[in-house]
């Protein structure tokens, strides 16, 4: 017996049957999260102590390091939005938006170039369908939704020069560049500089090349690799 | 064409030889596999790509000899054998030192080049070898080695396992037990470095690159092995040094580099195991197959073309049917009283270890210590460094008369800590903060150590009022005195009237007692202030901040405090128990969280108290300035601090106290001593379980005071109790007798202070 035999080469596009444009134009308009100040005390205690704690988390590790602490700390769940400082702080779970604006806020508070990074996601109609009865039960929009994708949040932090790493703050990791769709697969990303007039033009991630404040549609990696090889043993 | 395949164990931590199988039937669907394995109790013997088994009996009963004439006749009848277990290489290796056409692995002194921890063979490739350090070291240095690593290292085997000792007794806990299961007191210490699992797989033949690939692990097991992962090509940044390595070495066969991949995105080399690892089928399924590239080169007959299919893999768990020829053996029975069936190398490769070092056909690279990089960080060394003052100081003393165990206060060496720790107070003082030490009484309440801290400039840090009373009565002023700990109030009725230096409360309950006996008068303190519990490190002690409403509820009640008081913070973690560098981020990190107290509460932070639990080869070194560096860095995070209070209680009081024990017996006509009986005990030496103990023997002919070496013998206590152990490892000097005193130096912190009164009587 061996898998190996009578295989067929598993070719499973599905391009074909994503509308990314339309969820695109659907999120289009969609600003990144943020979260807001009281301008009081309490938010001000709040957002002292989500640095202070990210400093004593990161243990003198790299500022690269991602805040995985955060994702301890907060499930991922829904929130309300607006949502304080002080409010987010208290809360056993937070959604993407919250995790994300608190990561993008610890990594430029340890000297990070970060950036809010937007994300389209394809997962399947029965995770979409869970997430919607949750949501709905905690009377939270689901515009975040559209049949089996979904609308995600995270951040670009800078590793060096124009290259970036991008952060899913709710799964706690890296977001790896050579994406092969599927369930879970990263479709499109936005990556926000805003005004800052330092921001690099064109960003590196992996081998895509991202323009700034514009969704960028992933391309899939299928197959570069094992064509490679073949070319390389010259069959 | 015949190709003989082993190691096919397909336990949790499997062997390679059925992803190569896998790998070779899909390029040679004509070709005989023939598995060979050394325990019928392997699963994979069942893998039915296999067409042909030769069963070996398990590697303790083989005679190595007459297998040797069959492997020969095997590689001679134009058989290949593509070895998947490590030790089996270096067996074959003695067979062909400088190998043989058709056995793909390695040459001997290829083997030499990668063994683990320095691998030499790393030179050039854009990768770091962790820090390492041999256990053949004395305890001293090993422990040492553990605290400049923060206790974050692994004990490693001489060819497997791995095992992480985050304290000195889990180290020897494991010490002992991988020892004895590998028959070899050479394991070593490497440091862990955290990041993501990678490697580099590679195949050869006669030192030519025919191909490699990089995986990244993206599931992995229990005991960290591969699980799932992805496969991707070898930067040409890699590949270039490799091929330079791989021709030096003039390799043969499949090879893996296995590399952590740091935050930095610095690759850091574990080891270079000389085989295909258990993955390899997974390099397959991305479509190089490396194997099937192996012997494609080697035999020259085309290999069928591997398509490929994804560039991830992952694993699943198969039931596959026993091969009648091969029925399953009876499952032993577990020994009396134990627990499960431990069924670890069926095929005996410990007692192919044991056999093969007897043989000296292996050995390990590394001893001393190190980061194979070039920088040797240490001589190799069995017994440990002594300072000339314990010698010194113990000349004051006529051993042989005296009855032990007996306490010796080493009075040289106690008065130069107490007077270097005043001088680099001074040295260190700057016209805007004044550093200051500490004398934590409870280190050790001798009054002699509590007159030096005195004499040279200290202040008292009392836990209790017994202790404060203590320090007054040896000459200290109530404004020298700092008053700490939870049960700092006990016993009541002994708090002195005067005013006095500090006060830090060590909860909010303390903080707001404290508060209130300052408004009524009964407590007057220059400063009062607070102990913060530790984030991120566990501490019963100072008040926590772990919640935004822990520290709301802090700043809250600093708001009680009188405000013509000076605020001060203290903060407290043994650096001996953390690790050094880890000590020094916490430092970092906690002046982060005063600087949030002192910019929420609007109280300026004038005082510092950092107490540090420091062992004395770590306190502010010459070569280490990193206390130096700190009171120049506080400024910069908190501008309003006056002064900083040092403790290095610990630093200086264990030097300052030895214990002597005398030898009661051991058997004198044993050739190599496995245990002797000294009469003292754990009782004395209740730190034993948490440090090592330097031990002095003094030379009968030449009076000559020698630290004992690492060896064999265990020193027993006299007390009736099972851990009552005071020394494992150590070498009986020659010509030591029952009588002769045996010195326990760095005894003279908690072993003197929390020493006990057992089996007296």
């Keep these: 017996m061996s898998l190996a035999e009578d295989r067929v080469r598993i070719e499973v596009d599905e391009t074909d049957l994503i509308d990314i444009n339309a969820a695109i134009e659907k999120w289009q308009h969609f600003p990144y999260s943020t979260l807001t100040h009281h301008g009081k005390r309490c938010c001000t205690i709040a957002r002292e102590w989500v640095f202070s704690m990210d400093y004593s988390q990161l243990n003198g590790g790299s500022p690269l390091t991602g805040p995985r602490w955060l994702r301890h700390k907060f499930k991922w769940g829904p929130s309300n939005w607006p949502l304080r400082w002080c409010e987010a702080v208290e809360r056993k779970e937070l959604d993407c938006g919250a995790h994300a604006s608190l990561a993008h806020e610890v990594f430029t508070a340890r000297g990070v170039k970060s950036f809010p990074a937007q994300f389209i996601q394809q997962f399947s109609e029965d995770a979409t369908r869970q997430w919607c009865e949750k949501w709905g039960c905690e009377g939270v929009s689901t515009h975040w939704v559209k049949e089996d994708l979904i609308y995600h949040e995270g951040c670009a932090v800078i590793a060096r020069g124009n290259e970036i790493k991008v952060w899913d703050p709710s799964a706690g990791w890296w977001v790896n560049p050579k994406q092969f769709g599927g369930y879970g697969g990263l479709l499109a990303i936005r990556i926000f500089t805003g005004y800052d007039r330092q921001a690099p033009e064109q960003l590196t991630w992996g081998r895509h090349k991202v323009t700034p404040n514009q969704w960028h549609k992933v391309e899939r990696a299928r197959g570069d690799f094992a064509l490679a090889a073949a070319a390389a043993s010259g069959k | 064409m015949r190709i003989y395949i082993s190691g096919l164990y397909s336990g949790t931590n499997p062997q390679p030889g059925i992803g190569i199988t896998r790998s070779l039937r899909q390029a040679y669907p004509d070709a005989t596999l023939v598995g060979v394995e050394y325990s019928n109790r392997s699963s994979g013997i069942h893998w039915t790509d296999l067409d042909e088994l030769w069963l070996q009996r398990p590697w303790e009963e083989l005679n190595l000899d007459a297998y040797a004439d069959e492997v020969r006749e095997v590689l001679e009848s134009g058989a290949f054998w593509i070895s998947g277990f490590d030790l089996e290489i270096m067996w074959l290796a003695s067979l062909y030192p400088e190998g043989h056409r058709n ?561 009661l017996e051991f058997d004198e006509t044993e050739e190599e001593v496995k245990e002797a009986v000294v009469d003292g005990s754990i009782a004395e030496l209740p730190m034993h379980f948490f440090q090592p103990h330097r031990i002095l023997h003094r030379d009968a002919r030449t009076g000559e005071w020698r630290p004992l070496k690492r060896g064999k013998t265990q020193l027993l206590g006299r007390l009736c109790m099972e851990h009552d152990i005071v020394a494992r490892g150590v070498e009986l000097p020659e010509g030591a007798q029952v009588g002769d005193v045996l010195v326990f130096c760095d005894a003279g912190a908690y072993d003197r202070s929390m020493s006990y009164v057992f089996g007296r009587g």
């Design chain 2, 103 to 663: 056995m793909l692995t390695p040459p001997a002194a290829a083997l030499r080049k990668i063994s683990k921890p320095a691998v030499e063979a790393h030179k050039g490739l854009p990768v770091r070898i962790p820090s390492f350090i041999s256990t053949e070291n004395s305890d001293w240095d090993i422990h040492t080695f553990c605290r400049q690593h923060d206790w974050k290292v692994w004990l490693k085997g001489p060819y497997y396992e791995a095992v992480r000792t985050a304290s000195w007794d889990a180290f020897e806990i494991v010490r002992t037990t991988l020892s004895r299961a590998w028959s070899t007191e050479k394991l070593f210490l490497q440091t862990h470095v955290s990041g993501y699992e990678e490697s580099v797989c590679f195949c050869a033949y006669k030192g030519e690159l025919i191909e490699a690939v990089y995986m990244r692990k993206r599931e992995l097991t229990e005991e960290g092995k591969t699980w799932a992962g992805d496969v991707t090509e070898v930067s040409e940044e890699f590949l270039k040094p490799l091929r330079r390595v791989i021709k030096e070495l003039n390799w043969s066969g499949g090879a893996e580099l296995e590399m952590v991949r740091d935050p930095q995105e610095q690759l850091w080399l574990l080891e270079c195991n000389p085989r295909f690892p258990a993955w390899i089928h997974g390099s397959t399924i991305a479509g190089r197959n490396l194997p099937a590239l192996l012997i494609e080169r080697a035999s020259g007959v085309p290999a069928k073309r591997t398509e490929a299919v994804s560039e991830e893999f992952t694993r699943v768990v198969l039931e596959v049917p026993v091969r009648s020829q091969f029925p399953l053996p009876p499952l032993p029975e577990p020994l009396p009283g134990g627990i499960g069936h431990s069924l670890k190398h069926p095929s005996g490769s410990l007692a192919l270890a044991e056999r093969l070092t007897k043989l000296n056909i292996i050995e390990t690279n590394g001893n001393g210590n190190g980061n194979g990089n070039g920088h040797k960080a240490g001589r190799d060394k069995g017994a440990p460094e002594v300072p000339a003052s314990f010698i010194e100081d113990l000349k004051a003393y006529r051993l042989e008369e005296m009855e032990t165990p007996a306490w010796l206060f080493l009075e040289s060496t106690a008065q130069s800590l107490f007077k270097r720790a005043g001088d680099l107070a001074k040295r260190l003082s700057t016209p805007e903060i004044k550093v200051t030490n500490g004398y934590s009484i409870k280190t050790n309440p001798d009054e002699r150590l509590i007159r030096l801290a005195h004499e040279n400039g200290f202040m008292a840090e009392a836990i209790s009022l017994l202790e404060v009373q203590k320090a007054l009565k040896v000459g200290f002023k109530p404004e020298q005195v700092i008053l700490n700990g939870p049960g700092k109030w006990w016993p009541e009725g002994l708090l002195p009237k005067e005013r006095l230096h500090a006060v830090f409360c060590d909860s909010i309950a303390d903080l707001r007692r404290t508060a209130s006996s300052m408004e009524r008068r009964e407590l007057k303190s220059k400063i009062v202030g607070i102990r913060l519990r530790t984030p991120n490190v566990y501490s019963r002690f100072g008040i926590p901040v772990d919640s935004p409403k822990s520290l709301e509820k802090l700043i809250d009640t600093i708001e009680l405090l009188p405000t013509d008081t000076a605020f001060g913070i203290h903060f407290h973690m043994a650096s001996s128990n953390i690790g050094v560098s880890q000590w020094w981020h916490l430092f970092e990190s906690m002046l982060r969280w005063c600087r949030s107290v002192e910019a929420l509460s609007g109280r300026p932070v004038e005082y510092l108290d950092l107490g540090g639990g420091w062992f004395p080869d770590d306190w502010h070194t010459e070569r280490d300035d990193r206390f130096a560096s700190a009171v120049h860095r506080v400024p910069e995070v908190l501008r309003n601090v006056k002064q900083i209070i040092s403790e290095p209680g610990k630093a200086i009081a264990q030097p300052s106290m030895a214990l002597a024990f005398r030898l």
